[in-house]
């Protein structure tokens, strides 16, 4: 499985390097949520971020942390100028941050 952005994967690259091993992509998915199905109906690992971890937890799979530490996930929100000052736009803005905020504290 492939890692969520570059820094991650050449980190993974040079974690598995060091100790004489090498990553092979066996499949890519358009969407995240697909990852846990996948790993538990075949003999493919993934690199997932802990959110996903905990979410599917209960599900009869195996978390193991990195050897590494890893770079933090970046999420970004974006919206067109027009519709900036729309009172709808800006509370889904403002909820989604907290929501963010929330889980990055369970996560630690």
Do not use: K, N
């Amino acid at each position: 499985m492939g890692s969520a952005s570059q820094a991650s994967g050449l980190q993974c690259r040079c974690s598995l390097s060091e100790r004489g091993l090498t990553r092979t992509v066996g499949a890519t998915v358009s969407h995240i949520l697909a990852v846990p199905l996948l790993v538990a109906t075949t003999d493919l690992i993934a690199f997932v971020p802990r959110q996903l971890v905990l979410q599917f937890r209960d599900q009869g799979l195996v978390f193991r942390e990195l050897p590494y530490e890893s770079p933090p996930l970046r999420m970004a929100m974006l919206s067109h100028r027009r519709m900036g000052a729309h009172p709808s736009v800006a509370w889904l803005c403002r909820t989604l941050a907290a929501v963010a905020g929330q889980a990055d504290r369970e996560c630690e």
